[in-house]
């Protein structure tokens, strides 16, 4: 069974950072390209940044620039490091694969960026 357990959000100014993690088990975690997902209220769901099994990365364009995603395929982790927050940045954020696998979802962890 697949756990995804993800952290390190929190309430920041505009402007912060942020660096969030999610842990991965129960998968052959090296094999997978990885992604963070982000839901802000009455929004779907989008995909913010994507690392495949060879480290290429890709982001959304409203991210571009400020957010970089990484892997420790030794960990089993997936990391995404936000600066210059805005307060659009706010929302859940979530990992999973990419493409994602529905049953996969954790619980997210919040983002909320207010002055």
């Known amino acids: 069974q697949v756990q995804l357990v993800e952290s390190g959000g929190g309430l920041v100014q505009p402007g912060g950072s942020l660096r969030l993690s999610c842990a991965a088990s129960?998968?052959?975690?090296?094999?997978?390209?990885w992604a963070w997902y982000r839901q802000a209220p009455g929004k779907h769901r989008e995909l913010v940044a994507s690392?495949?099994?060879?480290?290429?990365?890709t982001y959304a364009d409203s991210v571009k620039g400020r957010f970089t995603i990484s892997r420790d395929n030794a960990v089993n982790t997936v990391y995404l490091q936000l600066n210059r927050l805005t307060p659009e940045d706010t929302a859940v954020y979530f990992c999973?694969?990419?493409?994602?696998?529905?049953?996969?979802w954790g619980q997210g962890t919040q983002v909320t960026v207010s002055s």
């Open positions: 690392i495949s099994n060879s480290d290429r990365t």
């Open positions: 129960g998968t052959i975690f090296r094999l997978y390209a």
């Open positions: 999973n694969a990419d493409p994602e696998w529905v049953d996969w």
